[in-house]
């Protein structure tokens, strides 16, 4: 595992709440991507090295509307590079980690990801997520 390679926030109104980060860092968003497969629109923040992801629900179902129902708005997860996120999936599943995607999908920001259950975790919702190499 890597370094930590964002923190994502759950908020209601990525608008509003853009404005917020904003003011926050003294600068802009440098990207908004909507992940239609996960039900949520993003923009991330670079913040030194690290960047944060908020992220809005685009539907009822979406987790990020269930977690915002049960939680609030705030931190969602936080998110760890990995070099190859297929043999991480597989050291985890070993040590016992509970993995929410025995396949790792494609999410915001060009990145292969993967999620470990809270339960798992301390009540953390951890994200895996490897930079997709677009070399061919
Ligand atoms: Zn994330």
């Known amino acids: 595992m890597e370094k930590i390679?964002?923190?994502?926030?759950a908020v209601k109104d990525l608008?509003?709440?853009?404005?917020?980060?904003?003011?926050?860092?003294?600068y802009t968003?440098?990207?908004?991507?909507?992940?239609?497969?996960?039900?949520?629109?993003?923009?991330?923040?670079k913040c030194g090295d690290n960047k944060i992801e908020l992220l809005e629900a685009t539907r009822e179902d979406s987790p990020?509307?269930?977690?915002?129902?049960k939680k609030g708005e705030g931190i969602h997860?936080?998110?760890?590079?990995?070099?190859?996120?297929?043999?991480?999936?597989?050291r985890l599943k070993n040590e016992g980690f509970r993995i929410?995607?025995?396949?790792p999908k494609k999410g915001a920001d060009n990145k292969l990801v993967a999620f470990i259950h809270p339960k798992s975790t301390n009540g953390v919702l951890i994200e895996l997520c490897q930079e997709i190499n677009n070399e061919k």
Do not use: P
């Open 15 to 26: 608008k509003a709440a853009n404005k917020v980060y904003e003011s926050l860092f003294g």
């Open 64 to 69: 990020i509307a269930k977690f915002i129902e």
């Open 5 to 9: 390679e964002h923190l994502g926030i």
């Open 77 to 90: 997860h936080v998110a760890f590079a990995v070099n190859d996120i297929y043999a991480e999936i597989k």
């Open 100 to 103: 929410l995607n025995e396949e």
């Open 29 to 45: 968003h440098y990207k908004t991507e909507t992940v239609e497969s996960e039900g949520v629109s993003t923009s991330f923040f």
